[in-house]
């Protein structure tokens, strides 16, 4: 089993360029996540799937789209990239809404 | 508004010694509190759990202690080993729900030795 496996593991963009996170777990859990980490603050939430085909707001869901594609895949899009969302970015799966979270190993994201 | 906060960046022991990682909360709903380690270059991973009903959870060299009238709490590692260098994040939700999980900036804890 990989686990959680995200793709790409660096991305450069200049600002305004749009790029897809990928992000696929085979635990068969019902709920993803997406999260950002910067320096000197915990992971913040952005956008999160409680089960296939339903998506919702996080606390940080401004500048980014997601996409549940199927039940193993989660996708996040950053339409228009600014510099603020420099950041790495983790995936994360979970059997519910309750259960604990398994994240992927990141993305780390440049915007120039 | 960082709900949770972990406010050594750093701790630095001697294998064998006793780690202690601490953890402040603000928000008096939260009721579920783990614990996660992060490798470089690697996501993180879960460690330990405790839920407000209890004041203690072990499991191995790890123990949880949660003082809900401070609202702290506190992982202890116990030997330290070399291993254990990583940093490790608090986190905290309200009803398992990890949709509204807060997470600590996490602190970095180097074993020497």
């Known amino acids: 089993n990989a686990g959680v496996t995200q793709t790409p593991k660096f991305q450069v963009l200049k600002t305004g360029q749009s790029m897809t996170l990928q992000c696929a777990q085979d635990?068969?859990?019902?709920?993803m996540y997406w999260y950002r980490q910067d320096p000197g603050m915990g992971l913040r939430l952005i956008y999160y799937?409680?089960?296939?085909?339903?998506?919702d707001k996080g606390e940080v869901p401004n500048g980014y789209n997601v996409s549940r594609l199927n039940k193993r895949e989660f996708s996040l899009r950053l339409e228009s990239a600014a510099p603020s969302q420099t950041s790495v970015y983790f995936c994360?799966?979970?059997?519910?809404?309750?259960?604990?979270?398994?994240f992927g190993p990141g993305t780390r994201l440049t915007v120039l | 508004d960082q709900q949770v906060k972990q406010n050594s960046p750093s701790l630095s022991v001697q294998e064998g010694r006793i780690s202690i990682l601490n953890c402040d909360y603000t928000?008096?709903?939260?009721?579920?509190f783990l614990w996660y380690k992060k490798y470089p270059a690697e996501g993180p991973t879960f460690l330990i759990s405790?839920?407000?009903?209890?004041d203690k959870n072990e499991d191995g060299r790890f123990t949880v202690f949660l003082n809900k009238s401070a609202k702290h709490l506190s992982l202890h590692i116990v030997p330290s080993q070399p291993g254990d260098s990583a940093v490790y994040f608090c986190?905290?939700?309200?009803?398992?729900?990890?949709?509204?999980?807060?997470f600590g900036a996490g602190t970095r804890l180097t074993v020497k030795p």
């Open positions: 994360a799966s979970s059997e519910s809404l309750a259960g604990v979270q398994f």
């Open positions: 635990m068969n859990h019902n709920s």
């Open positions: 799937s409680a089960s296939e085909g339903t998506t």
């Open positions: 928000n008096s709903m939260f009721d579920y």
């Open positions: 405790i839920s407000s009903i209890k």
């Open positions: 986190a905290a939700s309200t009803m398992y729900n990890n949709n509204d999980m807060r």
